[in-house]
């Protein structure tokens, strides 16, 4: 369910972008379950910072990371006005904590301009792509990345 | 999956329960239970994995499956008596087609020197002679195996006897008229002087009852070479003095070729309590036999229909009889000799040249008549339906000893979901009652009420719910019998094993997990517990021993217990052992309880000899590991000289757990409740420092460490100080002790179990989540984890890392 834009011809496709402070940012809205509020999550023991811990969706655990402080970008306290991104990263459902979600954007793959060098490699391993948008910058954002791959790396 | 392997598949699994059916049958056998019904039993099972495997071509299976028939055949038939011998050795060749079977489903294949000689004993005990005429020392007869679908019985005895047997009868009769196989000329051209069979079968009631169907033996019977059948139905009374659910007719069949008496036999074998059956062998006269036959100046395919169609052609009258008042219920009426509803027979009106059609023609005469008395007609299908209706009800009844109550195959995942759906509505429940009741509302308001009548449907339907993946324990008790024969076997003790309350019911998971720990305990029991049968008899006892498993429930959980009537724990050698081995100290004082329980110590043998079967010393430590793995306990108590009884005790299901809700560091995490020894309040002078940070508590003159949770967790940098919190004795599985520091204790409740792991990963520590009654999430601490790694002092790691 992950984005599959750099493999693909001149594609067609719908992106859900939000925002992470003045950034903006976007992923595939096919791998976007639902999106709802802020619920105060029960922090995990043994983890990285931007792992805020889990909630209850449905009965299911499903952790949340902030996007923000995974990006490396300053983030505070999740207010209630925060959003919560639910996604399909492969088999697993993750919520991606983020400030607002503000566009579908319809757009084709062609469009996507690859990374520039300046970025540094953190944002490099998250950041697939930019675009602009009516003069905005809008980053694509690779799902697959976003999760801890190991426990050692959590560690 | 390709539709013929999807067939076999269904093959298997009815394989499975056949062999199940066998050995209970064989079991109630070997404590000398030789009634007819259990013998029948045990060698429709057989030849229905036979007929199967023909099918299918399984060419090892059949050879097996067939000398085990053939034996168990000799049994029904009376020539072989049962002995002790004689069940044990079927039993075992009962273990050795279960090895077929499986060796079959998964394309291995079977230990051939144990194949060759399980026959060969299967042989001995039948005389060579008969085996010889019985052809068993031939590479086993498969012609006649395929020819001998053995499905049928098996899918008869699921439907619904009423509603069913007319169609399939239908179906097979028509099938039968419309392509007689190789029934021979009328002449018997080349057999005249040969050998022949001749076979009288004289059908009773119940074998039609039992909704079989002479035709279709007739039609196998015509397989095994030449036959005449000649239809005997002077026994046919004048309709009005007709029943319905009698049986008239006798067939008399000359069979012509060299078939053994055994083979005929065979063609009769699921009817053979229900008919008179007389084969016997003549090589003249045959004059004799065809004067009857009024297949005699017929052409050949004109006696084939009429000997498929002869019996249902009485029905006819009857049918030519009932259909002049249309109102009337035809079916009960039906179910004359034939069960056949409204077949309409091609030979339905031949002329009329042997004794059976005169008779039914004059029935069609008598019926005529009768049909006109309007009253008397009424009055007999009146009388006939109640008995059509017991009927049903002897058959049904009949039925449950092979046919349990219907069920369906569902799989795990949708049972899971379901389960999954549940508990989410139980859980928003519990959030809904709590919102309203902050809300202010009356409790006697309409909301209110209704909340509560919602929280009963709920309860109810999450019990039931779980009540579908509970499942008797049977699955795994079944297979011991097998174990105990082979471990018994092989150490040279007589072992008879006593199974309790096998239907006892629990989780699936649980199920799937029982068997290694109660193999465990079983060998052990026998390969250390009793004595050899020498020993016994010294002591006063029965050579035999007794192993006694047992299930049952008790306070929400199951308890599963072994208990021998062997030796019971030698205490002095067990000590002596344990210390020998640098398990105890030399001095320790241990009560007799505790030196029992020493048993359980990894590395603890107490065997002199390690055999085969157990004694490697990872016997009771890996039994009690992988118990206390399922949130279960074990205990032993032992009498010496009389014996001693293992029990554990296990969660009734592995999707709920019975923790203990406690709060640390503000967050309420579940601690599993089996692992808890006690809780209590700490004093400042029983917790005592080593070095600066690591804790440990005097507990009764034992120290043990010391652990804070919200520290260990890195919820919290500084020690919660001890005495302002509650001290929480756990056990790992390891047999570890440790008091986990938490602020508070909440209380114990009953919660579902949630993967971390299946949306993130594994953490270390927590062993999984759940959902409290408020919606939030909880932890659920790994107890061991938390133990070990405060014995190993590994650096703790800070919550807060850098990426």
Redesign the interface.
């Known amino acids: 369910m992950t984005d599959t834009v750099t493999q693909g011809v001149a594609q067609r496709r719908e992106l859900i972008a939000f925002r992470i402070g003045d950034q903006e940012f976007c992923v595939d809205i096919m791998s976007v379950r639902e999106i709802r509020g802020w619920a ?12 805020k ?4 969706l ?6 949340i990371i902030d996007l923000g402080a ?1 990006l ?1 970008l300053n983030t505070s306290e999740p207010t209630a006005r925060h959003v919560i991104m639910v996604v399909h990263i492969g088999e ?3 919520g991606l904590l983020v400030d607002a979600v503000s566009d579908i954007i319809n757009m084709s793959d062609d469009l996507v301009q690859p990374t520039p060098d300046v970025a540094s490699d ?1 944002v490099k391993t998250f950041v697939k792509g930019l675009f602009a948008l009516d003069g905005r910058m809008v980053s694509l954002i690779a799902l697959d990345r976003v ?2 791959e ?2 050692a790396e ?2 | 999956m390709d539709p013929f392997e999807s067939i076999k598949a269904t093959f298997f699994q009815e394989c499975e329960e056949l062999l199940t059916d066998m050995e209970s049958g064989l079991l109630a056998m070997e404590q000398g239970d030789d009634d007819s019904e259990t013998i029948n039993a045990v060698f429709r099972a057989v030849h229905s994995v036979k007929g199967g495997a023909g099918a299918f071509g399984l060419e090892e299976l059949i050879r097996f499956a067939h000398v085990f028939e053939t034996v168990l055949d000799e049994m029904r038939s009376g020539k072989l008596h049962l002995t002790d011998e004689v069940a044990k050795v079927l039993l075992r060749a009962s273990d050795v087609l279960a090895d077929h079977v499986a060796a079959a489903r998964s394309g291995g294949s079977v230990d051939e020197g144990r194949t060759v000689g399980m026959i060969a004993d299967l042989q001995g005990l039948i005389d060579q002679d008969r085996a010889a005429e019985l052809g068993l020392n031939e590479d086993g007869d498969t012609s006649a195996v395929e020819e001998d679908f053995g499905f049928v019985p098996v899918v008869l005895s699921l439907d619904e006897p009423a509603a069913d047997a007319p169609e399939v009868d239908v179906a097979a009769l028509m099938a039968a008229a419309a392509a007689p196989p190789e029934v021979p000329t009328a002449d018997g051209a080349g057999t005249a002087g040969a050998p022949f069979w001749r076979v009288t079968f004289r059908p009773k009631a119940e074998m039609y009852a039992k909704a079989n169907e002479a035709a279709l033996v007739l039609r196998e019977l015509a397989r095994l070479g030449d036959v005449e059948v000649a239809l005997d139905a002077s026994a046919v009374p004048p309709l009005d003095q007709l029943s319905a659910e009698q049986a008239y007719l006798t067939w008399t069949i000359r069979l012509s070729g060299d078939k053994s008496e055994a083979e005929v036999r065979e063609v009769f074998e699921f009817v053979e309590d229900d008919c008179d059956l007389e084969v016997t062998r003549e090589g003249e006269a045959v004059a004799e036999i065809s004067e009857p036959s009024f297949a005699a100046d017929e052409d050949a395919s004109a006696s084939a229909v009429e000997a498929a169609a002869a019996a249902p052609l009485d029905l006819d009258a009857l049918l030519a009889r009932v259909s002049t008042p249309p109102a009337e219920p035809a079916a009960p009426t039906a179910p004359a000799p034939e069960p056949v509803a409204a077949a309409p027979l091609p030979a339905a009106t031949p002329p009329a040249q042997d004794p059976a059609r005169l008779d039914v023609a004059g029935l069609i005469a008598l019926a005529e008549k009768a049909s006109q008395d309007h009253a008397q007609t009424q009055s007999t299908p009146a009388k006939a339906e109640p008995k059509a209706d017991q009927k049903a009800e002897a058959r049904a009844a009949a039925g449950p000893a092979t046919a349990a109550t219907p069920t369906i195959r569902v799989d795990l995942d949708r049972v899971d979901r379901l389960i ?2 549940v ?2 509505l139980v ?1 928003q429940q519990a959030m809904l009652s709590q919102r309203v009741f902050e809300s202010g509302l009356a409790r006697s308001s309409d909301v209110a009420l209704g909340l509560e009548d919602l929280e009963l449907l709920t309860r109810e339907i999450q019990d039931s719910v779980m009540a579908i993946r509970a499942q008797p324990v049977k699955s795994v008790f079944q297979r011991m019998p097998r174990l105990v024969r082979e471990v018994a076997d092989m150490v040279g003790k007589k072992v008879r094993l006593v199974m309790d309350g096998e239907n006892t019911e629990v989780d699936k998971t649980v199920i799937e997990r029982l068997s290694d720990p109660i193999t465990h305990m079983l060998r052990n029991a026998i390969d250390h517990g009793l004595e050899t049968p020498e020993e016994r008899e010294a002591g006063g006892k029965a050579a035999e021993g007794t192993v006694r498993l047992a299930a049952l429930h008790r306070g929400g959980r199951i308890v599963i217990e072994v208990q021998d009537d062997g030796r019971g724990i030698n205490r002095p050698r067990v000590r002596g052992i344990a210390v020998a081995k640098g398990l105890i100290a030399e001095d320790a004082v241990l009560s007799d309880d505790e030196i029992d329980n020493l048993i359980f110590l990894p590395g603890f043998s107490t065997a002199d000899v390690v055999s085969d079967i157990s004694g490697r010393g990872v016997g009771m430590d890996v039994v009690k590991r992988s118990i206390q793995a399922l949130g279960g306990r074990i205990s032993i108590t032992s009498e010496p000289g009389k014996g001693s009884k293992f029990s554990m005790s296990l969660p009734l299901t592995l999707a709920v757990l019975d923790g203990m809700v406690v709060s640390a560091a503000d ?2 995490l579940v601690a599993p409740l089996s692992n808890i020894v006690e809780s209590l309040t700490p004093r400042a002078e029983d917790v005592h420092l080593i070095g600066g940070r690591d804790a440990v508590i005097c507990i009764r003159d034992t120290f043990v460490p010391l652990i804070d949770v919200g520290v260990a ?3 919290r940098d500084t020690p919660l100080p001890p005495a302002s919190g509650v001290a929480v004795l756990v056990e790992s599985e390891g047999g570890g002790k440790a008091a986990l520091l938490v602020e508070a204790i909440q209380g114990q409740r009953q919660v579902v179990i ?3 792991e ?9 062993a999984a ?1 759940t ?1 409290l009654g408020d ?5 659920i601490l790994d107890v061991d984890a938390l133990v070990t790694t405060s014995r190993r002092k590994a650096p703790r ?1 800070e ?5």
Do not use: C
């Open positions: 105060p999550a029960t922090p995990l023991p043994r983890t990285p910072s931007f792992v811990g889990v909630i209850n449905r009965g299911a655990v499903l952790p995974r490396g697993r459902t993750i953190q999760l801890p190991t426990e959590a560690a | 999954n759906a508990g989410e859980i967050q309420t967790l890195g919820f949630k993967s971390l299946a949306n993130y990963q594994h953490i270390h520590g927590v989540a959902i919606g939030r999430v909880a932890l790691i919550k807060r890392m850098a990426v």
